[in-house]
């Protein structure tokens, strides 16, 4: 048996106090950027105290979400089979990003904070609105120049791509539309836990994806149906969405999954839906030839799966973001790979 080595206790009781409070002051200082970095991002964690206006709005803007639309241009640039890697596409590119995330998502974000400022006084107090942080009338006049901007660089861009018919425009419009009957009364979509979220889901998937594929070639409506058909695996992560506002919405009658069904059943129902819409893309990929992009869709199904038995399932009010965080990313690729199959076949 080996000695065991004596612990010598720390001679200077003092000295090792101050190491243990500035221990706990850096974890203090790391939590605090952290939930600092969650406001500003929009995402669930965060904590209040900002005061620079121009990072509240920020905050309004959730900047966190828009990321699949940004990538959704992306998707509808890839599946035109049009793109090309020059200065002038990647700037048309990038400005229907602009388009699609800051502008349009912003005001999205934006609009449904204003008109869910009671549910949030609920379930997320630090939100910019029910916190104080900023007045209602300025919230509005953030929506109408985040609305204007969005319709106004629509408007350059089928000028910029040469449209007889100006589709980005439209587009832009009937997004807005869905937007704002999304988070306003009387229609409030949100209020029913289908039609909300796939309203959210499509918003999500088919509109960006259309936006990019109108900019480099010409939107059809095999296109039209089979990102439709995609939304339907966003109807699975825009119902993650409400797994954080349970409460809230049971206390506000709202109708959404986890309250109708219950948090179990209705976990069920979003892992079920993401999963079974993108394999069958992943099918359509077979049946018109592309068995390689429908390979690798498969593939990146799998971790899905993997996450939503390891986290999501399992608890989804405490692993929400963390299933999100994990598994979004190759649903994300995935997209990319159907919109390179589509590209690639000519669809």
Known sequence: MSDLTPITPNSNPAEALDAVNSSEEITAVADDRSAKTRQLLGMKGAAPGETSIWKIRLQLMKPITWIPLIWGVVCGAASSGNYTWTLENVLKAAACMLLSGPLLTGYTQT????????????????????????????????????????????????????????????????????????????????????????????????????????????????IMVITLVYSLAGLGIAIVNDFKSV??????????????????????????????????????????????????LVLLIL????????????????????YQASAQPFLVLGMLVAGLALGHAGI
């Not at 704002?180 to 949100?190: E, G, N, Q, V």
């Not at 069920?268 to 018109?288: E, K, N, R």
């Not at 971790?303 to 963390?322: A, E, G, S």
């Open 111 to 222: 609009i449904n904070d204003f008109y869910d400022r009671e549910i949030d006084a609920i379930n997320e107090p630090y939100r910019p609105i029910p916190s104080g942080a900023i007045s209602v009338p300025q919230v509005i006049t953030q929506i109408v120049v985040l609305l204007l901007s969005g319709i106004g660089l629509a408007y350059v861009l089928d000028l910029w791509a040469g449209h007889e018919f100006p589709n980005v425009t439209v587009l832009a419009i009937f997004g807005t539309f869905i937007a704002y009957i999304y988070s306003a009364p009387p229609l409030k979509l949100k209020q029913n836990g289908w039609l909300g979220n796939y309203a959210l889901g499509a918003s999500y998937i088919a509109l960006p994806w259309w936006a990019g594929h109108a900019l480099f070639g010409e939107l059809n409506w095999k």
């Open 247 to 296: 409460e809230g919405d049971r206390q506000l009658g709202l109708k959404s999954l986890p309250v109708m069904f219950g948090v179990t059943t209705a976990a069920w129902i979003c892992v079920v839906m993401i999963d079974v819409f993108q394999g069958l893309i992943a099918a359509y990929l077979v049946s018109i030839h592309e068995n390689l992009y429908a390979a690798i």
């Open 303 to 322: 971790p899905q799966i993997t996450f939503q038995d390891m986290y999501f399932l399992r608890d989804p009010l405490k692993n929400d973001v963390k």
